[in-house]
Nanobody, 122 residues
Framework: QVQLVESGGGPAQAGDSLKLSCAVSGRIFNTYAVAWFRRAPGKEREFVAR????????YLRDSVKGRFTISRNSTTNSVDLQMNSLKPEDTAVYYC???????????????WGRGTQVTVSS
């Protein structure tokens, strides 16, 4: 089992920065990936970013490239999502998820956090 706890969400103005952290514990393998997904009001959940648990191969969706970065913090055993130049369309509940890379890539990871709300006003 893998436990995931998100933190760092909150209100922001357009152009602001926020950093989300996903604290990871439990039985996680180096072959796993940790990802961030988000669900905006009235929309389906969408992939945001992922990184291998060993810290390699970060990958982000096109709409956040150049604004968001994902990284693994081995000191705190967390995966962080640094969000810069926030836009109102980034408003969503952000979820951390983990599983084998294959299941993360197809959008079906087995382990999920409870989510953290990010609200960006214009």
């Amino acid at each position: 089992q893998v436990q995931l706890v998100e933190s760092g969400g909150g209100p922001a103005q357009a152009g602001d920065s926020l950093k989300l952290s996903c604290a990871v514990s439990g039985r996680i393998f180096n072959t796993y990936a940790v990802a961030w997904f988000r669900r905006a009001p009235g929309k389906e959940r969408e992939f945001v970013a992922r990184i291998n648990w060993n810290g390699n191969d970060p990958y982000l969706r096109d709409s956040v490239k150049g604004r968001f970065t994902i990284s693994r913090n081995s000191t705190t055993n967390s995966v962080d999502l640094q969000m810069n130049s926030l836009k109102p369309e980034d408003t969503a509940v952000y979820y951390c998820a983990a599983d084998s890379l294959r299941t993360v890539v197809v959008g079906r990871p087995g382990f999920w956090g409870r989510g953290t709300q990010v609200t960006v006003s214009s």
